[in-house]
């Protein structure tokens, strides 16, 4: 695998790891768009949850999530919903994975229904909201796609925290818990980042539970 893939497969998620394991503590999971397996991985290894599986549509990263997790399903979402055992699992996992669904409402509420009563999500999302992206669109009329970040040009969908927290609530889902990912230096300098908070967070971290 290019090392430039490999790398980008192989991300470390620590803040993500850290955000699970203060609300988490579970048996088994399912890390949905698993990449290299590096989260799930993690996961383990820190006592957050015992065992991990994953799905992965991209053929080299999948072999690399099979050294890593339990079991990996390699295809998309869709094409292995059928042979992946939903009600097993008491965490679903999607780490910069809904904005990439055509259907994230289809997607959220097919995983409300399949899986057991007592299953919880843990999801990051891009905020589209961040000044990189709404200051250029407000004063110049720029919205340019790039190959990674918030304007990756694969996401199909873009997402505020509000937007999030409704498209959630509106699939039968609750938010347990919300962070803001922004770089430290924002908190340390102003006070309150509350108002500052909507433009500097890259990401959301979510953490939601059944209605």
Not at 47 to 59: A, L, N, R, T, Y
Not at 80 to 103: C, F, G, K, N
Not at 144 to 158: A, N
Request: charged fraction near 25%; charge should be neutral.
């Amino acid at each position: 695998m290019d090392k430039k893939i490999r790398g980008y497969y192989l991300t470390d998620r620590e803040e993500f790891v850290e955000f699970i394991g203060r609300f988490i503590d579970v048996d088994s999971s399912l890390d949905i768009g698993c990449a290299g397996g590096r989260l799930g991985e993690r996961l383990v290894a820190t006592g957050v949850v015992k065992v991990c599986d994953g799905i992965e549509p991209h053929p080299d990263a999948a072999r690399l999530a099979k050294a890593q997790l339990r079991h990996v399903w390699e295809g998309t979402l869709e094409s292995t919903s059928s042979e992946v055992p939903w009600t097993s699992y008491d965490l679903v996992i999607m780490a910069d994975v809904l904005e990439h669904l055509v259907d994230p409402w289809q997607t959220l509420r097919f995983l409300r229904e399949s899986t057991s009563s007592n299953c919880r999500l843990a999801l990051s999302v891009p905020n589209i909201r961040h000044y990189k992206v709404s200051f250029p669109l407000l004063f110049k009329g720029e919205f340019r796609y790039t190959d990674q970040g918030i304007m990756d040009r694969t996401h199909l969908h873009f997402f505020t925290r509000q937007s999030l927290v409704e498209i959630l609530q509106e699939c039968g889902w609750h938010i347990q818990a919300i962070e803001s990912k922004m770089k430290e230096h924002y908190r340390k300098a102003f006070m309150p980042t509350r108002w500052i908070e909507p433009f500097v967070t890259k990401q959301y971290l979510l953490i939601a539970e059944k209605r």
